[in-house]
């Protein structure tokens, strides 16, 4: 979100888990499903559930690479930040999604871990699926996925696909 918003001036709040605990993806906006993998790696690896990614959907693959340091920002940091946003990130389904988040982490790590993003990479997940075709058999495949020499989507072309959806 900080991202969407510092690089596009687009608030997604609104848009984050829609469905609750039954959200297939991170966001969906008007049919279009983004997927938010995050990794304390400057790896390219990522776990992935495949028929969560790569399906009849339009879904974006979007990897947060991060780093532990002592100048970085915590989540406590990241949330003060977004509540100064006048006009953004103040809707209820941002509030309800937040502190759901923050009960799945310990209330120190939120205060104390120090992150700093070292790369976002976005990814069109029709353009990175590893197999044509699952045999009939085959279900429930979690596996994880190299994306070093995938292409990306440049922010030109993520910003007109979030035109079509915000």
């Given at each position: 979100m900080?991202?969407?918003?510092?690089?596009?001036?687009?608030d997604i709040s609104p848009h984050w888990h829609k469905s609750g605990s039954l959200s297939k993806y991170d966001f969906t906006l008007n049919r279009i499903n983004f997927e938010?993998?995050?990794s304390l790696s400057t790896e390219m690896v990522v776990a992935?559930?495949?028929?969560?990614?790569?399906n009849e959907h339009v879904c974006y693959l979007i990897v947060v690479r991060?780093?532990?340091?002592?100048?970085?920002?915590?989540?406590?940091?990241?949330?003060?930040q977004f509540s100064d946003i006048p006009n953004a990130f103040k809707n209820l389904n941002y509030s309800v999604n937040l502190q759901k988040e923050l009960k799945r982490i310990s209330a120190v790590d939120a205060n104390t871990l120090r992150l700093n993003i070292i790369g976002i990479d976005v990814f069109d997940a029709a353009e990175v699926n590893p197999f044509e075709e699952l045999p009939c058999n085959i279900a429930h495949l979690t596996y994880k996925l190299d994306l070093v020499d995938k292409p990306t989507v440049s922010e030109e072309q993520l910003d007109t696909v979030l035109l079509k959806g915000c």
């Open positions: 900080q991202y969407i918003w510092a690089t596009f001036e687009k938010v993998k995050s992935i559930k495949h028929a969560q990614i790569f991060c780093e532990k340091c002592d100048d970085g920002e915590t989540i406590e940091d990241l949330i003060s």
